[in-house]
């Protein structure tokens, strides 16, 4: 039998502020492998890639390059959650985030898509991000930024963006918008390359404008940590949505098997419904 030792004080952020950080996850050369595959997909998109995600710099989808299969299931990543107390998470999508030298702020938003059923209304989170930045991150060169506890507390935030990732915000065609703007409430979050922050995906978060001459990449995957126990209807829509592992040769499948969300049972997907509901207070 293992036993897993929980990480107190990162598991009590997590719920309270709705992120946490573990130093160093990446080893040296796991962070060189996942610089290399990152750059190699970057290479390869078109200007208009860059322009339509200018805010967010880049969103390239980690099933475009079967390495990233050895980063979902890379073993202290699963550690990491397991001493969080979930030692059964489930895995669906991810997203190689690149804001280029001299970049605008990344728009303030949150990421849950299962706002219309009521567990959303819970300290119990659906989904994680993982974060993996690939260099060392400062409010100069775009950090992520927060405002702890608006996974679980409304923010005026909600309103001015409900939804947010609209080709507008996407393409910042209007940089005063509020949804790029500080606010004294909000939270910088530095860390060093190989750090990994693990959040909430109902939290609101956002990056500052990227001021230096360097590319400044983050890797995102999204985990579900309680799967076995989400209410049927979020099982089915992730069973219903995953698939692309299947365009994976076998190696990288064999990986991340048993990550992958399945459900067998007749509940309709619950519907995708990105804006928190009145019962966010
Ligand atoms: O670019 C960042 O620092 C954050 C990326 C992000 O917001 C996301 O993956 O949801």
């Known amino acids: 039998m293992t036993t897993t030792t929980i990480a107190l004080d990162q598991q009590a952020q997590l719920i309270r502020d709705g992120y946490c950080v573990f130093a160093q996850a990446l080893d040296a050369e796991m962070l060189a492998r996942v610089r290399a595959a990152s750059d190699g997909l970057l290479d390869a998109q078109s200007a208009e890639h860059f322009e339509e995600q200018k805010s967010t710099g880049s969103m390239i989808s980690v099933y475009d390059d079967p390495f990233f299969a050895e980063l979902v299931a890379y073993p ?101 918008h509020p949804a790029y703007q500080s606010m004294p409430e909000d939270q910088a979050v530095p860390v060093k390359a190989g750090d990994l922050v693990i959040g909430d995906s109902r939290l609101l978060h956002g990056a500052y404008a990227n ?44 990986l991340v098997q048993r990550l992958v969300p399945t459900y067998e049972g007749n509940a309709e997907p619950l519907e995708w419904n990105r804006a928190p509901g009145h019962e966010l207070t």
Not at 87 to 102: N, Y
Not at 215 to 230: E, K, Q
């Open 211 to 254: 001021q230096s001459d360097q590319r400044r990449t983050v890797i995102t995957l999204w985990y579900h940590p309680t799967f076995d126990m989400s209410p049927p209807r979020i099982q089915a829509h992730l069973s219903h949505k995953q698939s692309r592992v299947a365009e994976w040769p076998t190696k990288a499948q064999e």
């Open 76 to 176: 202290a990543a699963l550690a990491a959650l397991a001493s969080l107390g979930y030692p059964k998470p489930r895995w669906s999508s991810g997203f190689v985030i690149s804001k280029s030298g001299h970049s605008p702020p990344l728009f303030w938003h949150q990421d849950w898509w299962g706002w219309n059923d009521p567990i959303s209304y819970t300290n119990i989170p659906q989904q994680l991000f993982l974060m993996y930045y690939l260099v060392d991150t400062s409010i100069e060169n775009g950090c992520l930024r927060v405002i702890a506890g608006s996974h679980r507390k409304r923010h005026r935030m909600h309103d001015a963006a409900p939804t947010a990732h609209t080709d507008e915000l996407r393409r910042v065609t209007d940089p005063s």
